[in-house]
């Protein structure tokens, strides 16, 4: 069955640094999504992605994030300088429309800013 | 604010029984309503979706929605404790700019006990 795959599981950085946390949608999904979730907290929308371009972003997406499909399967999220309330599960989604049809998540990418 | 709530228990249910999951939302253009569960550390999978007022069955899991009270629930009958987890509610609107998006709850943690 196909899946949303995520790398790494884990990152551990340093305050400042930049991170990448790619995803791998499900083949014949157009629609991608990142979310994120904080320890004990509920699970947060940060951007969409069609068409090479994003379709919405949320409060949390300032300027210190970005995403980019830089070639047909993968889908980044970049932090450009960390901070420690980063520090979070960050999930990507992919649909194959975006209106109605299920969102199928990534296993996650737990990241750690010290 | 588009707000989804959900008693975050822990709601606790012997084996066999029914386990009811309730969520409420505040937006009343929302128009795609599902339930995810979530076990500790792991990433969201989905159980069900609804769109029109009414129950939907899948297996052991019924989902109800009535759009007019803004309310969804999940039914689990002959809990096991496997499906001891936090399930999530999540809605989404369609058009506009909340095109795709999903607004999560807090989640309720259920226990299922021998």
Known sequence: EPEVTQTPSHQVTQMGQEVILRCVPISNHLYFYWYRQILGQKV???????NNEISEKSEIFDDQFSVERPDGSNFTLKIRSTKLEDSAMYFCASSA?????????????????? | QKEVE????????????IASLNCTYSDRGSQSFFWYRQ?????????????????KEDGRFTA????????????IRDSQPSDSATYLCAVRNAGGTSYGKLTFGQGTILTVHP
């Open chain 1, 44 to 50: 947060e929308f940060l951007v969409s992605f069609y």
């Open chain 1, 97 to 114: 429309v975006g209106g109605r049809e299920t969102q199928y998540f990534g296993p996650g990418t737990r990241l750690l800013v010290l």
């Open chain 2, 6 to 17: 959900q008693n975050s228990g822990p709601l606790s249910v012997p084996e066999g029984a």
């Open chain 2, 39 to 55: 076990y500790s550390g792991k990433s969201p999978e989905l159980i069900m979706f609804i769109y029109s007022n009414g129950d």
């Open chain 2, 64 to 75: 109800q929605l009535n759009k007019a009270s803004q309310y969804v629930s999940l039914l």
